[in-house]
Structure formats: C-alpha cells, structure tokens
C-alpha cells in the first residue's frame, strides 16, 4: 500500500488517468488530490464525480471547488452562466437541478486542509498556504486557498501544496516539483501546458519521495 498526492487537475482527465496507470494505482493505494480539480480544463465535473466515488481517493477543497460550490449555492435551479468557468458550465448544463445539488453537498463537505502520516512521516496538505497561528474565519481560508507561498516562508512541519505552478519559484522545463525546507510544491502547471512551457501532471509518492511525471 502507497500513499499518493496530486494537485490542480483543473478538469484534465486525460493525464489523471494516464497519471493512475503510470503508478500502477491500485484499490489498497491512497491518493488525496490537494484541490482545483475544476476549471480551465473540459472534464473538472466528471473528475468530482469520479472521485466521489472512489473509497481511497481525498478531495481537498481548492479555492475552484470554492468558487464553485459559491455559484451553486447563488444560482439554485437556474444556472447563470456568469457564476462558473466556461467549461465547468458547460458540463453543468448537462446536470439535473437535482444532481448539481447532489454536486454542492459533496463540496460543502470537503476538507479545507488535512494531516496525514505516511512512510513515517506527518503532513500538513492544503491547496494553497498554511495559515500563522491564531489566523481565523475569512483571513483563515484566503490563506489556505488563496495565498502564494513566499520563497522565504518556513514551516515547523512538512507541508504539502499545489495551486501555484512550480515556474512561480524555478525555470526548471518541464516543470518539477518545487521543494524548499519544509515546504513541497506539487502543481507542476497541467492546465497551463498548452502556454506554459514544459507543463505537466505532478504526482508524489509520500512513502519514499518518488515524482512521476506526465
Ligand atoms: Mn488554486
């Protein structure tokens, strides 16, 4: 059994599952994908679907499912074009008023971050920043969903995050993962391959530290 992390699907459900394949990611592996699972890209729902339904698969909430989730709440049964990404709207329209509430309790249910253990070590994962103790309410969640990490930020603890690409920190092509002290950067751009040079799907393996890559 290994434990699995990947970020920022933003709705690629091309590489995801050539992504599962390259693994070898089997029903006694856990995978937490580490939010936006949504948007930019054509498939986002059918990934929330899809994960929905899987027992060792985790969602964390990304601020795209927080977007999300917000325009589902807004809009009720009439779908207002102007809420969502063009194409997660355009996947939504294929949904029944009462499916999409279906969508929107999945949502409002999803951690906003997670400790873990693996290969005997702990995890703090959150989609995007850790947030300074005593950080609460709407400034909490602008940290953990919103926040760039600075290269000079340090954490007490291993903390492992996605929502900005790795070309943020490094000029590395393809992209890779960014590791700097406690803190490991798994968006490696897939969303952005076809501006951002070298983009590509992250996925690391806690167990022994392994990247794959496609
Ligand atoms: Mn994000």
């Given at each position: 059994?290994?434990?699995?992390?990947?970020?920022?699907?933003?709705?690629?459900?091309?590489?995801?599952?050539?992504?599962?394949?390259?693994?070898?990611?089997?029903?006694?592996?856990?995978?937490?994908?580490?939010?936006?699972?949504?948007?930019?890209?054509?498939?986002?729902?059918r990934?929330?679907?899809y994960?929905?339904?899987?027992?060792?698969?985790?969602?964390?909430?990304?601020?795209?499912?927080l977007?999300?989730?917000?325009?589902?709440?807004?809009?009720?049964?009439?779908?207002?074009?102007?809420?969502?990404?063009?194409a997660?709207?355009?996947?939504?329209?294929?949904?029944?008023?009462?499916?999409?509430?279906?969508?929107?309790?999945?949502?409002?249910?999803?951690p906003?971050?997670?400790?873990?253990?693996?290969?005997g070590?702990?995890?703090?994962?959150?989609?995007?920043?850790?947030?300074?103790?005593?950080?609460?309410?709407?400034?909490?969640l602008?940290?953990?969903?919103?926040?760039r990490?600075?290269?000079?930020?340090r954490?007490?603890?291993?903390?492992?995050?996605?929502?900005?690409?790795?070309?943020?920190?490094?000029?590395?092509?393809?992209?890779?993962?960014?590791?700097?002290?406690n803190?490991?950067?798994?968006?490696?751009?897939?969303?952005?391959?076809?501006?951002?040079?070298?983009?590509?799907?992250?996925?690391?393996?806690?167990?022994?530290g392994?990247?794959?890559?496609?």
């Amino acid at each position: 059994m290994a434990v699995y992390v990947m970020s920022d699907l933003h709705g690629d459900w091309a590489h995801f599952r050539l992504m599962l394949m390259r693994i070898r990611f089997s029903s006694r592996d856990q995978l937490y994908i580490i939010g936006d699972a949504v948007d930019r890209g054509p498939h986002g729902i059918r990934l929330l679907h899809y994960i929905q339904k899987q027992q060792n698969m985790t969602l964390l909430l990304g601020n795209h499912e927080l977007m999300l989730l917000e325009g589902l709440q807004a809009c009720g049964d009439a779908l207002d074009a102007d809420w969502f990404d063009p194409a997660t709207f355009a996947e939504l329209s294929q949904l029944s008023p009462a499916a999409r509430g279906e969508l929107a309790s999945y949502l409002s249910a999803l951690p906003v971050f997670l400790n873990i253990s693996a290969g005997g070590q702990s995890y703090f994962l959150v989609h995007a920043s850790p947030a300074p103790p005593g950080t609460e309410g709407e400034q909490l969640l602008e940290y953990l969903l919103w926040t760039r990490v600075s290269p000079d930020d340090r954490f007490s603890r291993p903390v492992i995050a996605g929502h900005t690409p790795t070309a943020y920190y490094q000029s590395k092509t393809p992209l890779r993962i960014w590791r700097n002290g406690n803190f490991t950067d798994i968006d490696c751009g897939t969303a952005f391959r076809s501006v951002l040079p070298g983009g590509c799907l992250a996925c690391l393996r806690l167990d022994d530290g392994r990247e794959f890559y496609v």
